[in-house]
């Protein structure tokens, strides 16, 4: 049975009375055509289920991705710690420069984050197979003579540890997220040691160095932090 | 635009975390994301069909959304603009991926496909209801084109002329991949029930 001309003009004008264009003809037609009134009844069902068919929801995954990005490129700001609060830029006059009492804060907080993990007893275990994944990025530092400097790089060669001792635990797209940026960080070490090496006297290079440092030690605490949950 | 309940709320609320977020404040790009991340992730995931994907690209938008924060003056809605981020971060996975490279002016050489008209006792009956699982499950299954335009103006919905804007083809265009979807959508769901109604209580299809 071939549809009438009523039913084609319905089909062609149907469109546009779902757009909320002026159609009398559709509705007419539909009053009188039982076919077309259950075309019509569908299509509204459909819209309507559409527009209330609600949200999902994604995995916590998808945050803590996103936040490791914007924390490795200096995007976000983390809170300030209890030791960065108690010892802030007033300090400087004793502890010299602002870059090493930044370093000093977030290693402390690094610190407080190490004995609180139920990791550290597999420190010396996972040791040598933490210092074979990674290149010896600490080998060289900014200021060989420091005692500080060789605090730093022990603090965060330790929390490079827990992070590898617990890389089987995390999430595989999540560690691939932080792994890129720890690569990136390594990266801009490398090349601020590099121009130290070229010239000691270079402040700014050290100053970046610094911060990457401190950056490193935030995000593989952050790392952590999030893991430990 | 789809209406929000409580719309100038929310863009106060956007505002203020907005502020917060230009200065660096952790909490406030947290909350951004709370408020924001089921409409982004919705979206994504009707347009892909795929929750994986879907998760990539939320991320994707968020991180590109969180380091242009800093340009974001409040001329629009900041819901608009990141609306507009998200659509086109997905479509841009889709184009890359290859399913669109075909524009849709070109699909449509076609005239306007009819309702199948196979007169018998089922197709005279209703649909019924619609839950959101079905719906879903028929939405993944529309061919990408009609599923992207059948997204943005059904569920999301933006007009056939910003739909156009968008997807770089016409508004006629538009309209027209829009009633095939919709055609497509009917008989997929009408098939559905047919296998439920021929089915027993524990028998669902996927």
């Known amino acids: 049975m071939k549809p009438g001309d009523g039913c084609l003009n319905f089909e062609e004008e149907l469109s546009a009375y779902l757009e909320g264009e002026d159609r009398p003809a559709v509705l007419q037609h539909a009053e009188s055509c039982e076919f077309c009134h259950c075309v019509l009844t569908d299509f509204e069902l459909v819209r309507s289920a559409s527009v209330e068919s609600g949200l999902d929801e994604p995995s916590p995954v998808v945050w803590a991705n996103v936040r490791a990005v914007l924390v490795a490129e200096g995007i976000i700001h983390p809170p300030l710690s209890f030791w960065q609060r108690w010892f802030p830029l007033k300090s400087r006059g004793l502890l010299g420069s602002p870059a090493p009492v930044a370093v000093a804060a977030a290693l402390a907080i690094a610190a407080v984050v190490l004995l609180r993990s139920p990791f550290v007893s597999n420190l010396s275990r996972t040791h040598s197979a933490a210092a074979a994944m990674r290149p010896a990025v600490l080998a060289e530092n900014y200021d060989v003579s420091s005692p500080r400097t060789s605090q730093t790089q022990q603090t965060i060669q330790q929390l490079e540890e827990a992070y590898y001792a617990n890389e089987a635990s995390m999430e595989p797209s999540l560690k691939a997220t932080y792994d890129k940026s720890l690569q990136s960080l390594d990266d801009e070490i490398r090349e601020c040691q590099a121009s130290m090496q070229q010239q000691p006297q270079n402040t700014l290079a050290g100053e970046y160095l610094s911060s990457a440092y401190m950056q490193k030690a935030q995000l593989l605490q952050s790392a952590l932090e999030y893991n430990l949950r | ?206």
């Not at chain 2, 907005?18 to 009707?46: M, N, P, T, W």
């Not at chain 2, 199948?116 to 719906?135: A, F, H, N, P, Q």
Request: charged share 30%; with cysteine; glycine share 6%.
């Open chain 2, 1 to 206: 635009m789809a209406q929000e309940e409580n719309a100038p709320t929310k863009a106060a609320a956007d505002k203020e975390l907005i502020a917060r977020a230009q200065q660096g404040d952790e909490q406030a790009f947290a909350a951004l994301f709370e408020l924001h991340k089921r409409r982004v992730y919705s979206l994504c995931l009707r347009m892909t069909g795929d929750a994986a994907e879907a998760e990539d690209l939320a991320q994707e938008a968020f991180l590109q959304l969180f380091r242009k924060i800093s340009t974001f003056r409040g001329e629009s809605a900041f819901s608009t603009w990141l609306h507009r981020l998200v659509v086109n971060v997905v479509l841009m996975h889709l184009r890359k991926k290859g399913i669109q490279k075909i524009s849709l002016d070109e699909m449509d050489n076609s005239q306007e496909e009819p309702v199948k008209r196979e007169y018998g006792e089922d197709d005279r009956r209703l649909l019924g209801s619609v839950d959101r699982i079905t719906l879903n499950d028929a939405i993944k299954q529309l061919p990408p084109g009609y599923r992207s335009v059948f997204v943005l103006h059904d569920v999301e919905g933006y007009e056939h002329n910003e739909i156009a804007q968008i997807m770089s083809c016409s508004v006629g265009n538009s309209k027209s991949q829009l009633h095939k979807a919709r055609l497509k959508l009917r008989e997929a769901l009408r098939r559905d029930q047919g296998k439920l109604a021929r089915a027993g209580p524990g028998d669902r299809p996927h």
